[in-house]
């Protein structure tokens, strides 16, 4: 009989300890209490119903998607005390310049840390990383922009803005795949009701965590 993974910090991939009769929080040595970071799960419609159930932040995907793009799989931040605090989807498809690109969106609350550990930053947040200035790109959704600017990342090419109220971390590797952003992305959440997207999944992500 296989055992469960345990969750993890979504900030660092350490062990946690869990609720006690003391605390109902999950609690990482290095960075306190924490939305643990449940094992990922598949590139499937069953994977992304298992990420809808609990979401309390947007769960954003490119749509249309760029073309020959595909979705890898997703991972949550949360418990169900808190819902999930902190959503990611991952895809795959040819890079612009050439050869093969990775994408990750991220939808999160405040301090969870989750998109500054995909972008390979100390975080939480993204905004001590922001530069002075005009934003680099933006996102559409319901027609309305929401700005992005670009975070330095090491290895990959990273933008962050807030939307709605939560961050939302946009990440792609290799850096050259930046350029989809050069015109406005239009996503959707698939929270939204009366969507009938079909999604074309493929082999789980290498770099979408848990």
């Known amino acids: 009989m296989s055992m ?3 969750p993890t910090c979504p900030r660092c991939d350490a062990n946690l300890r869990g609720p006690t009769i003391w605390s109902s929080a999950w609690h990482c040595e290095q960075h306190g209490d924490v939305h643990p970071l449940r094992p990922a799960l598949s590139p499937s419609r069953a994977g992304l119903e ?14 249309p998607l760029p073309p020959g793009w595909i979705v890898t799989g997703f991972a949550g931040a949360g418990d169900e005390r808190t819902g999930t605090q902190g959503c ?3 895809l795959s498809g040819p890079n612009p310049v050439g050869g093969p690109g990775e994408m990750m969106l991220v939808s999160e609350c405040p301090r969870v840390g989750l998109g500054a550990r995909i972008a390979g930053l100390a975080g939480p947040d993204p905004w001590a990383a922001f530069p002075v200035g005009s934003p680099d790109s933006c996102v559409r959704f319901n027609h309305h922009e929401f700005p992005l600017w670009h975070v330095e990342a090491p290895r990959r090419a990273a933008f962050a803005g807030e939307v709605m109220g939560t961050w939302l971390w946009l ?5 050259t ?3 989809l952003l050069v015109e406005p992305l239009s996503v959707r959440d698939l929270r939204d009701p009366g ?3 079909d999604l074309p999944f493929g082999a789980p ?6």
């Open 4 to 6: 469960k993974a345990a």
């Open 50 to 63: 298992g990420l809808l159930r609990q979401a309390r932040v947007p769960v954003w995907l490119p749509w």
């Open 88 to 90: 990611a989807v991952a």
């Open 171 to 175: 990440v792609l590797w290799p850096d």
């Open 177 to 179: 795949a930046g350029v």
């Open 195 to 197: 969507q009938e997207l």
């Open 205 to 210: 992500s290498p770099h979408l965590p848990g």
